[in-house]
């Protein structure tokens, strides 16, 4: 067994490249942030064995990545809330406010961008990151004006291949 090999620890979120200036950094969870990927299959049968599969052909992958932010911030909501838009006073710049319409039809692909997941436990290297290649997000506010809360923003983006085809990888970009 090679205990280097298990790992623990949150991570910070990337969304965007680093020559996006709407790049956002998510950096503040609560409840860890959780990857799932899943495939999906068909099982081939023929009459001669009945129901029992003579083969399996994987016909889709999907990811998601549920980031529960824990940030309240105008400048990232409105990078989350796709087709969202942000109004400032005219007299006073501090006064701000982010708008979503709900008349408009939204293409999220329009809205995905690279995310990469960057494990922030001690002895993490590039070889420990995730990189979706086109994420999007959709968010969910719930938010619980209480004493005894937090204001949590979840946010979860999905995985959308890129023209290559690549959905996910797994350690240090070679390329």
């Known amino acids: 067994m090679n ?26 969870t609560q409840g860890g ?10 099982e081939v049968t ?20 549920a980031v529960p932010f824990g940030e309240y911030d105008q400048d990232i909501l409105l990078q989350i809330l796709p087709g969202s838009k942000q109004v400032v006073s005219a007299t006073d710049p501090d006064r701000k406010q982010v708008i979503v319409n709900a008349t408009k039809v ?22 420990d990151h995730v990189v979706i290649y086109r994420a999007a997000p959709r968010t969910t506010l719930n938010y ?9 923003t979840n946010t979860t983006f999905k995985a959308y291949p890129n023209d ?12």
């Open 33 to 42: 942030v959780v990857l799932t990927y899943e495939e999906t299959s068909r």
């Open 3 to 28: 205990t280097d090999n298990i790992k623990l620890g949150p991570c910070k979120v990337v969304f965007g490249e680093d020559n996006d200036p709407n790049k956002v950094v998510l950096e503040t």
């Open 106 to 127: 939204i293409d999220l692909i329009k809205f995905a961008k690279k995310m990469t997941l960057i494990p922030l436990a001690e002895g993490t290297t590039e070889n």
């Open 46 to 65: 023929m009459d001669q064995t009945g129901t029992t599969p003579i083969k399996e052909i994987i016909t889709g992958r999907t990811a998601t990545v």
């Open 164 to 175: 290559d085809g690549d959905l996910i990888s797994f350690g240090s970009d070679v390329a």
């Open 144 to 152: 619980t004006y209480s004493y005894d809360n937090e204001l949590i």
